[in-house]
């Protein structure tokens, strides 16, 4: 990667207030044949967000995105060189939150006046802890980052404490929390991700392969939070809230996406796209009335589609929908999340077929409570849905999850945790529930993808993909030998939505 294009967007001899940074979480190395990195770029929205409201009220930032450039350790230290911000500040997730650390470390050392900021889900989840055991980091920005960090950049150093949502030390030197902010953002009142911070946007990024029909393809958030409290998910940032964007400001938002970067696809991350359903249906008669010739995919909870809406999101340009299945064991599935209802799943599946969209099925392995019976009977369920995709996670434990504080008091009587962080990235069993093994689960996941790949309608499905995603065809031919090496190790697989 050229070090000078790394960073997009920034104006020359504009003092910076901060960079932000996306870390790679391993080693660069590795990341060049990481097939579940290579396949799946997305870029980091909630810094893209951050960076466009600072500008917006006279902060210039920059953004260093190491997952779409690994190998940006020397920019970063170019960059504090260069442009000796106030401030660095990094998002993390679980599994990057190390290498998030190393980096603070080569900051501070590089520039040892810069303050040390860390916000995202993982530190959200652990507040005070992180200040207690990681002396480099100075800040712990607590869930919607926007407005927390602006008004620390722009508070002196003695009156950090009276920020809202932050966690700091205090003069004898304890970490502290000020305690969660009451106002949240008016989503509407926030500008666009500030795209062009982004360097190779939109070429470096690159949603899953055979998740979209056309290239260049984007990702998009257009609601924040979720209603439900499903146990193994993580909501430490937005908490139980539902924000939206109005259907207005989802079409301007795509509007310039398409004008700006010619942007012909878009995967909507949201937990709930269709949670607010007038939104969505305005949204989809307005891209109807003046369209904007573009596919979208999104995620969305079974209980909230129906086939009205279904057919408006199809005439819109809806290509595909993930759906939450987790697990076909409606025992299990009852144990971790509300309305276990799989003959429903099956009912709003083929209602999904039949308005023409494809579906993908996302799934978990490992939960507390799994057996070999439950991940047969899942694997049969799965198999028997008209699904056209679907990605198996292995459960991971995550601090802000309810589920962790479950397997942390239940002990052996739950199964065995190892927590490394480092290694909880959902591709890796670091919870074996009691009575299973590591290695059988090992063959058991295999061995769900195998057969699944095996059979004639799945292989069929993979073939038709030449003329409905063409472009990723191309890009599985070019990374056909990371593909046979994951294959063969079974190391890593596929990302999320
Ligand atoms: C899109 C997405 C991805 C994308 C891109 C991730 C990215 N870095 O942007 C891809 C597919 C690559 C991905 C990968 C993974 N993801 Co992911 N992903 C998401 C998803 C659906 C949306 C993220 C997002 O854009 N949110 C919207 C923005 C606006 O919110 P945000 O990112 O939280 O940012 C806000 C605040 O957190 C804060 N903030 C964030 N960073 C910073 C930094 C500073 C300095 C400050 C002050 C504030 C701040 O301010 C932001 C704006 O308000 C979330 C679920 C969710 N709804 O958030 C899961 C989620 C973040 N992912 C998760 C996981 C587990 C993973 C993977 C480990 C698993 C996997 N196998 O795919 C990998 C890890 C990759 C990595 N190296 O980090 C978990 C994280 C749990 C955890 N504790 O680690 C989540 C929470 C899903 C869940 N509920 O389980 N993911």
């Known amino acids: 990667m050229d070090a000078n294009n790394a960073v997009a967007g920034s104006p020359a ?15 660069a190395k590795s990341a060049r044949h990481d097939i579940s990195r290579i396949a799946n770029i997305m870029p980091p929205l909630g810094l893209a967000s951050i960076s466009a409201y600072l500008t917006s009220r006279g902060l210039a930032n920059d ?19 260069r442009e000796r911000p106030a401030f660095i500040g990094f998002s993390c997730t679980t599994s990057s939150f190390f290498d998030g650390e190393r980096l603070a470390r080569l900051a501070k050392s590089t520039l040892p006046g810069v303050k040390v900021v860390f916000g995202g889900v993982h530190v959200s989840a652990m507040q005070e802890k992180v200040l207690e055991e990681y002396p480099v980091i100075d800040y712990v920005v607590v869930g919607e980052g926007e407005e927390t960090l602006r008004e620390l950049l722009a508070t002196s150093a003695g009156q950090r404490d009276t920020v809202a949502s932050v966690v700091l030390r205090g003069a004898d030197g304890r970490p502290f929390f000020t305690g969660r902010r009451k106002e949240l953002l008016d989503l509407d009142t926030l500008p666009f991700p500030d795209y062009a911070k982004l360097a190779g946007y939109p070429q470096a990024y690159t949603l899953p392969i055979f998740n979209y029909p056309k290239a260049p393809n984007a990702s998009c958030l257009s609601s924040r939070g979720c209603p439900y409290a499903c146990s193994y998910c993580d909501r430490s940032v937005f908490k139980r809230s539902f924000r939206y964007n109005s259907a207005d400001y989802l079409y301007r938002h795509l509007s310039f996406l398409r004008k700006t970067y010619d942007i012909r696809h878009v995967n909507f991350y949201d937990d709930q ?62 144990a971790h999340r509300q309305n276990p209802d799989l003959v429903m799943m099956r009912e709003k599946i083929a209602l999904i077929k039949k308005a023409g969209i494809r579906v993908k099925g996302l799934l978990m392995m490992g939960l507390p409570g799994e057996t070999e019976a439950s991940i047969k009977k899942s694997q049969k369920y799965v198999y028997s849905l008209p699904i056209d995709d679907f990605n198996l996670a292995k459960f991971t434990p995550f601090p802000g999850s309810p589920v962790y504080r479950q397997i942390k008091e239940g002990g052996a009587s739950m199964g065995t945790f190892h927590e490394d962080w480092e290694k909880m990235d959902c591709m890796q069993f670091q919870f074996i529930p009691k009575g299973m093994e590591l290695a059988r689960m090992e063959e058991l996941f295999v061995d769900f993808y195998r057969a699944h790949f095996q059979r004639p309608r799945v292989m069929w499905s993979y073939v038709a993909m030449l003329w409905k995603s063409p472009d990723s065809w191309l890009r599985f031919l070019r990374h056909l030998p990371s593909f046979v090496r994951f294959t063969s190790t079974n190391k890593r697989i596929g990302k999320g939505k």
Request: aromatic share 10%; proline share 3%; charged share 20%.
């Open 13 to 27: 001899g504009d003092k910076k207030s901060i960079l932000l940074v996306h870390p790679l979480g391993y080693s």
């Open 273 to 334: 796209f269709t949670f607010n359903r007038q939104r969505v249906a305005d949204f989809c008669r307005m891209v109807m009335d003046a369209p904007l010739g573009m596919t979208f995919n999104c995620a969305a909870r079974a209980e909230h589609l129906d086939f009205e809406l279904l057919t408006l999101m199809k005439s819109a340009g809806c290509w595909m929908i993930s759906l939450g299945i987790e697990t076909g064991d409606e025992e299990l599935l009852a």
């Open 63 to 81: 953004i260093i995105d190491c997952y779409a450039h690994p190998d940006s350790d020397e920019l970063i230290v170019a960059y504090l060189l």
